[in-house]
């Protein structure tokens, strides 16, 4: 009998902000290199605008990624996950077999299939109004929660620099007209 395992269900709600944490296989670090956060940066930037979708927050951890997006079309997320997370996570596992790279036997499942992602689609919750705002401080602090960085602009990998219209900041635009106005700091 196979392992049990929590089963995701996603619930595309039109009109609404979706709240997604994936993690990597067995919450391994696989994120500590940065050019392997920066390819992800950038696939998370086509990703968004081959799927139409608007991004409000994200941030890159060294063993999970959150994001908010909200999905322009009909509120439907699965599509754009695989297209964002399948390819980057073939592109990367190829190149650890390249260099041999000595995570790749921790990578492996008992039938001997190859992961970069935990299964089971980890973590969808549709947000709107205050919770909305909440999780975008929530994502932004993430870093500084972890003692990766001194503050939530100085971790490269995270959309707070762009809330601070920081010269450089990475990743996909924000669509900050889905945003409800606020006064607290979302940095």
Known sequence: M???RKLLRR????????F??????????LFDNDRIKDHFVDALCKTTVTRNISVLAWVV????????????????????????????????????????????PRLLTRS???????????FDRNVIGNELIEKIGYIHKNPITRGLSPDSISWRWSSAAAYRALPGALGPVIAFDLIPPTDKDLT
């Open 61 to 104: 951890m060294p063993e999970h990624v959150h994001l908010i997006v909200f999905s322009d079309a009909d509120g439907v997320i699965t599509p754009f996950l695989q297209k964002l997370k399948d390819p980057f996570a073939r592109t990367v596992i190829a190149r650890w077999r390249k260099l041999e790279a000595p995570i790749l």
């Open 2 to 4: 196979p392992p049990h």
């Open 11 to 18: 619930h595309d709600v039109p009109g609404t902000a979706r």
């Open 112 to 122: 001997g299939d190859t992961h970069f992602w935990q299964p089971g689609g980890g």
């Open 20 to 29: 997604i944490t994936f993690s990597c296989y067995r919450r391994l670090r």
